[in-house]
């Protein structure tokens, strides 16, 4: 069945269906990911070890696309359960739905970022991040962080998650 709509309330999901809805709590959660090309699904399978990429973890996901917004991945640590569903507001729902960036820890950029002057997106252009630079964030509102670059004097603001829901940011390790 396809999910008619992915709520939070408090520390847990709720999933509704059109007879029923399914409860999923945050802690129960291993990752909450956009599915914007098949192989991303498959990625991950992989990154998780789902059979059949792996024998650590066996999931059957409940739900169907609808194709109306962004299709998305929710693997649980629930034996057998997760789900997969389209969110019409993406970027809105992972901003609302994710813990905060660590503000002054070191991050690597993902995916090209547009950096900007001030906070609004009507802000002056002062440069572009490319995949693999280091940076430090310095403050966060709602998707917009405001970045300090390694090896420069260069700051600024910058979404760290695009139009598409994907995330331009992976914390440093270590």
């Known amino acids: 069945q396809t999910p008619r ?3 939070r309330r408090g520390d847990t999901f709720v999933i509704q269906y059109p007879c029923h809805e399914r409860r999923i709590v945050a802690d129960e959660v291993l990752e909450l990911t956009m599915l914007g090309h098949t192989h991303h699904f498959f990625e991950l399978l992989m990154r998780w070890g789902v ?3 792996g024998l650590s973890r066996l999931s059957v996901f409940s ?5 109306r917004g962004t299709p998305c991945a929710l693997l649980t640590t629930r034996f057998l359960w997760s789900y997969i569903f389209c969110l019409e507001d993406p970027i809105q729902f992972l901003v609302d739905n994710q813990k905060p ?3 002054g820890a070191t991050y690597r950029t993902v995916g090209k970022a547009l950096v900007r002057e001030g906070e609004s997106l009507e802000s002056k252009r002062i440069g572009m991040a490319r995949v693999g630079v280091r940076l430090r964030v310095e403050r966060q509102v709602g998707r917009r ?3 300090h670059f390694d090896g420069g004097k260069t700051s600024g603001w910058m979404s760290y998650i695009n139009q598409l829901g994907y995330f331009l940011l992976a914390k440093e390790r270590g």
């Open 101 to 103: 960036l660590d503000v």
């Open 5 to 7: 709509r992915v709520l």
């Open 145 to 147: 962080v405001f970045v």
């Open 63 to 67: 739900g169907l696309p609808s194709f």
């Open 51 to 53: 059979f059949p990429f």
